[in-house]
């Protein structure tokens, strides 16, 4: 699975933390609406980055566990929750979501801000979708989400975004026969003397069929799968590749 840089990491945290702030509590909402919410409040967060996603999970009394394979995010994720993570609410460990193991069965996994389409293939999805499995509790609820091919689709061309946080320069191409996007992202962020650091970091999507995503959750286990926005995650949608972003419900 691609790891981000480790002095990519600062940059990520202060440009990309708004989408896990924004979505943070609408899963935890929803996770609330299930009875094992009542009796399991111990959360898996596959791919944390540097940890804003767990921080609203952990405000609210809930244990977490992140995992991710940057070292760079976890340090900076560590950081972030410096109070829980000594107090033991929190743990953030290096571990590929490919394949890993808790010993704690947890009530809640979440993996968002597109985190799974950084896996090669849909052998290294499926190992994960097993991983996730042995780490849930009855009943638990696994919420995940994933660029489409219309949402990769729109990586092709080249962006440049000036602001007072950074300047982004992203040249992206999608490869529909290897159904692959890349984007190289190259940036400036002011720093507090004055001056600017240049940063650059090249990140990968894989495409994967909804249809096939579905049946291989089934395949593993998961008893309910449905498709959903990410503002009524309790919806299902069914032309799921007219969205650019699809968020997937399993339930064991």
Same mark, same amino acid.
Not at 213 to 221: D, M, Q, S, W
């Given at each position: 699975m ?7 990491? *600062?940059?990520?945290? /202060?440009?990309?933390g708004w989408?896990?702030?924004?979505l943070?509590?609408? =899963?935890?909402d929803?996770?609330q ?5 009542q ?7 596959v791919c ?9 999970f952990? /405000? ?7 995992i991710?394979?940057?070292?760079g995010?976890?340090? =900076?994720?560590r ?9 033991d609410?929190a ?7 490919a ?9 809640l996994?979440v993996?968002?801000?597109?985190a799974?389409?950084h896996l ?7 190992g994960?979708?097993?991983s996730?499995f042995?780490?849930?509790?009855d009943e638990?609820v ?6 489409t091919?219309k949402?990769?689709?729109s990586?092709?061309g ?10 982004l320069?992203n040249?992206?191409i ?8 890349t ?5 400036? =962020?002011?720093?507090e003397?004055g001056?600017y ?8 999507n894989?495409?994967f069929d909804?249809?096939a995503? /579905? ?5 593993t286990?998961?008893?309910?799968v449905?498709?959903?926005?990410s503002?009524?995650?309790? /919806? *299902? ?7 650019r972003? =699809? ?6």
């Amino acid at each position: 699975m691609q790891a981000y840089a480790s002095d990519f990491a *600062p940059v990520y945290n /202060k440009l990309w933390g708004w989408f896990s702030n924004q979505l943070a509590p609408r =899963i935890l909402d929803y996770y609330q609406s299930f009875p094992i919410s009542q009796w399991n409040r111990n959360v898996l967060d596959v791919c944390c980055g540097t940890g804003q996603l767990a921080a609203h999970f952990l /405000k609210n009394g809930y244990r977490v566990i992140g995992i991710d394979s940057s070292e760079g995010m976890l340090r =900076i994720a560590r950081e972030n929750n410096a109070d829980c993570v000594q107090a033991d609410q929190a743990q953030f460990v290096c571990a590929d979501a490919a394949c890993f193991a808790l010993h704690t069965q947890v009530g809640l996994a979440v993996s968002t801000y597109d985190a799974l389409n950084h896996l090669e293939d849909m052998d290294a999805l499926r190992g994960c979708f097993h991983s996730v499995f042995a780490s849930l509790a009855d009943e638990g609820v696994f919420v995940f989400d994933l660029n489409t091919r219309k949402g990769l689709q729109s990586w092709n061309g080249i962006s440049i975004e000036d602001s007072r946080d950074a300047v982004l320069i992203n040249r992206g191409i999608f490869d529909e026969g290897m159904g692959r996007a890349t984007v190289r992202i190259t940036g400036f =962020i002011p720093l507090e003397n004055g001056t600017y650091e240049r940063f650059e970091e090249t990140a990968f999507n894989t495409l994967f069929d909804v249809a096939a995503v /579905k049946a291989t959750l089934e395949e593993t286990g998961w008893r309910q799968v449905h498709f959903a926005r990410s503002n009524d995650l309790s /919806k *299902p949608v069914d032309d799921t590749e007219a969205e650019r972003r =699809i968020f997937i419900v399993a339930q064991r």
